[in-house]
C-alpha cells in the first residue's frame, strides 16, 4: 500500500539529480569496462568490433538495472528517487482505470470518490516535485470540485493511501 507522504520539492529534485548523476557514472563505467574486456578478450585488432562494444554496452545496462534494483534500491541516498518511482507508478494504476474511476464517481461509489482524491493528491505532489506549476494549475477546479463533492457526501478528504481494495472494487462486476 502506497502513501503519499510529505516531501520539501527542492530536496526532492536535489537528491534525484544526485541519485540519477551516480547511477549514469556507474553504467558509463560498466558499459566501459565491458565494452573494453569484450573487445579485448574476443575482438579482431584493428576489425570490426561494433558488435562487441555493443554486446558490452547492453551487458552494462543489464548490470546496472540488477546493481540498482538489488542493491541501491534500499540505500537512503535513493529514497527520493524511489518514492517518486512509487508515487508515479500508483499514480499509474489510477490513470489506467480512470474511466471506470470517474464512472464509479458518477455513480456516488465511496471507493472510487476516495481513489479519484487520492489521485488528485498524488498528482499535486507529483507536480509539485517536478516543479510543474501549469500543469496542475489547468487541475485546481476539478480537484476542489470532487473535494467538495466528498465533503457533500460525509467521506474524509484526506486520502493519502492507495489501497488495492479499491482499484479491486472497480474490477469487480456490478449489478
Known amino acids: 500500500m502506497f502513501e503519499i507522504r510529505p516531501m520539501n520539492p527542492e530536496h526532492y ?55 540498482v534494483r538489488l542493491q541501491l534500491w534500499s540505500q537512503p541516498w535513493m529514497a527520493c528517487a524511489v518514492y517518486g518511482w512509487q508515487l508515479k507508478r500508483s499514480l499509474m494504476q489510477v490513470t489506467n482505470r480512470l474511466h471506470q474511476v470517474r464512472a464509479g464517481v458518477a455513480a456516488g461509489d465511496p471507493a472510487a470518490m476516495r481513489l479519484l482524491r487520492f489521485y488528485h493528491l498524488g498528482l499535486t505532489q507529483m507536480h509539485q516535485l517536478d516543479g510543474n506549476s501549469s500543469e496542475l494549475s489547468s487541475l485546481v477546479a476539478e480537484i476542489n470540485q470532487h473535494s467538495e463533492a466528498m465533503q457533500a457526501q460525509g467521506l474524509d478528504i484526506d486520502q493519502p493511501r492507495l489501497d488495492p481494495a479499491w482499484l479491486q472494487a472497480l474490477s469487480a462486476p456490478r449489478r
Open 13 to 67: 529534485r536535489q537528491q534525484t539529480r544526485r541519485s540519477a548523476l551516480v547511477v549514469i557514472v556507474i553504467f558509463v563505467a560498466l558499459a566501459m569496462l565491458l565494452s573494453g574486456l569484450a573487445v579485448l578478450f574476443f575482438g579482431t585488432p584493428g576489425g570490426d568490433n561494433f558488435r562487441l562494444n555493443l554486446g558490452g554496452v547492453l551487458a552494462g545496462l543489464l548490470t546496472t538495472l540488477a546493481l
